[in-house]
């Protein structure tokens, strides 16, 4: 019986000394792993890729801002009612190493005033006719709905000469503006402009053109 119970324990030795050989074993083994082969990539958990990408975005706005180098401030020259004005200055700017955008719209341009009395009956029509002709007055056009023109003026003080005139009549005339669509253009490029270009030179003979700072869209 004793001789057993010695056999068992050294059973017991050799068992537990063969299995911390073994750990010892797979723990060296475990940190010395052959490198991988080119074109391969190490497995990485998505938290630590999101960490990298986060430290990453974070090394580049430390050192360059979002939007750095980037042009704020545009020049517009404008507005052109003639594509030949326009071409002139367009080719000034290109010669002065720029690039300029065309960019066209139609727009409502002002052209002047013109007076009338609003639509009216017939009969109405007819009395306030009379009374221009008893003036020897013929200066007005009945249209459609006996809307009576007084007429179309380029200038406002002419535009109000006519409109005093009317009124001694008795009468109270409408004063309003006159407008036609035409297609505008304007001239774009990027920066102030006024510090590398001479825009006075660049518009002279232009009278009518202004200089717009925008930002760039």
């Not at 940190?31 to 630590?48: D, I, W």
């Amino acid at each position: 019986m004793r001789h057993l119970i010695y056999f068992l324990v050294v059973a017991n030795l050799i068992f537990f000394l063969w299995h911390a050989i073994q750990g010892t074993t797979v723990g060296e083994s475990g940190t010395v792993l052959p490198p991988l082969p080119a074109g391969v990539e190490s497995l990485v958990t998505l938290e630590e890729r999101a960490m990298a990408q986060a430290a990453k975005i974070e090394s580049v706005t430390g050192s360059e801002p979002p939007g750095a180098g980037l042009v704020l401030s545009c020049t517009l020259l404008g507005p052109f009612y003639s594509a030949a004005d326009m071409q002139v200055v367009e080719a000034r700017l290109i010669r002065s190493g720029h690039s300029p955008v065309l960019n066209t719209s139609e727009e409502k341009v002002g052209i002047g005033y013109w007076l009338y009395l609003p639509e009216m009956s017939s009969e109405t029509a007819q009395e306030i006719t009379a009374l221009f002709d008893s003036k020897d007055d013929r200066e007005y056009f009945v249209g459609k709905g006996n809307l009576i023109a007084l007429g179309a003026f380029r200038e406002l003080s002419r535009a109000e000469l006519r409109l005093e005139k009317v009124r001694n009549y008795g009468l109270e005339p409408l004063l309003e503006p006159r407008y036609r669509t035409d297609t505008v253009h304007w001239l774009g490029f990027p920066g102030p402009g006024d510090a590398d270009v001479d825009l006075a030179a660049i518009t002279a003979g232009f009278p009518d053109v202004k200089i717009q700072q925008r930002a760039c869209e």
